[in-house]
């Protein structure tokens, strides 16, 4: 079964900073990978996804994530955080197509100081 | 569109109860899920329908948990009887495509049980 994993469990960064979250998977080929985010109290929305093709992916709130088959990667990244960025991220993996389902990592929660 | 609709938002309960949470997925939307997420064991996939047919329901913690989809705009998660070890947060989520179509969650509701 495909699984994923979040090294970091919680990150503080100073807002303006730059911002780079871990996510590795395994997996035997390669999966749909995804960023969630979920502010406190709230449900989870999408960042980005990635399923062919570039493997640099532009999502919403100004970030990014880059796949490496290699490394089994999809980092997510953002060049200036804001303190409303700060949250709980998570990355997922869906691998339908080989009767996998849709399996979150643990999250990274987010502190940013002013 | 209002988003995916969970009701209730909070339930507080008594062991051995029995608990109904209820979710409306996006209109056109054909796939919905169960999801379960707690301190320990993170965000967990209980069951997800396609169509309104239960595809997988592996994650299904326990034959106390149930789940139906009568319509495409309806689905019940129960919990007879419950637990404490039952608390958390459910959350229900619908998508277009179950492989590659955002998954959208609704604002998840908070279930203690006493």
Redesign the interface.
């Known amino acids: 079964a495909q699984s994923v994993t979040q090294p970091d469990i919680h990150i503080t960064v100073s807002e303006g900073a730059s911002l780079e979250l871990r996510c590795n998977y395994s997996y035997g080929a390669t999966p749909y990978l995804f960023w969630y985010v979920q502010s406190p109290g709230q449900g989870l929305q999408l960042l980005l996804k990635y399923f062919s093709g570039d493997t640099l992916v532009q999502g919403i709130k100004g970030f990014e994530a880059e796949f490496k088959r290699s490394q089994s990667s999809f980092n997510l990244r953002k060049p200036s955080v804001h303190w409303s960025d700060a949250a709980e991220y998570f990355c997922a993996v869906g691998a339908w197509n080989y009767g996998q389902n849709f399996v979150f990592g643990p999250g990274t929660r987010l502190s940013v100081l002013p | 569109d209002a988003g995916?609709i969970q009701s209730p938002r909070h339930e507080v309960t008594e062991m051995g109860q029995e608990v109904t949470l209820r979710c409306k997925p996006i209109s056109g939307h054909n796939s919905l899920?169960w999801y379960r997420q707690t301190m320990m064991r993170?965000?967990?996939?209980l069951i997800?329908f396609n169509n309104n047919v239960p595809i997988?329901d592996?994650?299904m913690p326990e034959d106390r948990f149930s789940a139906k989809m009568p319509n495409a705009s309806f689905s019940t998660l129960k919990i007879q009887p419950s637990e404490p070890r039952d608390s958390a947060v459910y959350?229900c989520?619908s998508s277009f495509d179950?492989?590659?179509d955002?998954?959208?969650?609704?604002?998840?509701t908070r279930l203690t049980v006493l």
């Open positions: 995916v899920f993170g965000l967990e996939l997800y997988d592996s994650g959350f989520a179950r492989r590659t955002t998954q959208y969650f609704g604002p998840g």
